[in-house]
């Protein structure tokens, strides 16, 4: 005779009541539940929805690892330790990650990407700025070739402040003298013609002006 609950509600009830939050989880402590299935994928293959919808966690958390990636990094979490700390900062972030996406996991360096081995990167934008603009950094492709000079500098400081970024010349406070050459001259030229843009706000200022070179993305640092 079988213990196996029956049906896929009363083994996602049980499953939910030990607070069970992912695949990796459900496999490691199942055993607590005698009557919970090793496979309810194919115990309940006529009703399965995922784990996700399983165990109560798809309206909860993001569904998908890129997204809670992405959420992850716009908060400027360096590592496994800050993530810990500051996830619930984001309340559809899981506690567990590695558990909630086991079936996308490739590890927290990818998950944040900083490299996890080398310790903390800067939190703040800011504080990458004034890192890159000691080293005399002027734009992108310089940042590539020296930011490995200060460890605490991320590989890609666009990504990792997503939430903050802007653009190189923001970051470090260079613009280059070609680029000058074609703006607008005066700043009131550059007010007029960002005034018959009609945006509405800074994101939508920048989407317009992306392709036109008379126009800069930092006018503040210009004019």
Do not use: C
């Amino acid at each position: 005779m079988s213990y196996i609950y029956e049906t896929l509600v009363e083994a996602a009830n049980a499953a939910r009541a030990l607070g069970i939050t992912g695949v990796l989880d459900y496999r490691a402590r199942r055993h607590e539940d005698p009557r919970l299935p090793a496979h309810p994928s194919q115990k309940y293959s006529a009703e399965w929805r995922g784990y996700p919808s399983f165990l109560g966690t798809a309206d909860k958390h993001y569904p998908l690892l890129a997204q809670a990636a992405e959420a992850a990094r716009s908060l400027g979490i360096p590592s496994r330790a800050a993530y810990n700390k500051e996830y619930k900062r984001d309340p559809r972030l899981p506690a567990h990650p590695e558990r909630s996406y086991a079936n996308e996991w490739t590890g927290w360096e990818n998950f944040l990407q900083v490299d996890v081995k080398k310790g903390r990167k800067y939190r703040w934008l800011s504080e990458a700025a004034t890192a890159a603009r000691r080293l005399a950094i002027v734009d992108e492709a310089d940042y590539a070739a020296r930011h490995h000079f200060d460890e605490k500098l991320p590989k890609s400081p666009a990504s990792f402040y997503r939430g903050e970024w802007s653009s190189w010349e923001a970051f470090t406070g260079h613009v280059d003298q070609e680029k000058q050459n074609n703006l607008f001259s005066i700043f009131v030229e550059a007010r007029s013609a960002a005034h018959a843009l009609k945006a509405v706000s800074r994101s939508d200022y920048r989407a317009k002006v992306l392709e036109d070179d008379r126009f800069s993305l930092t006018p503040d640092l210009i004019y």
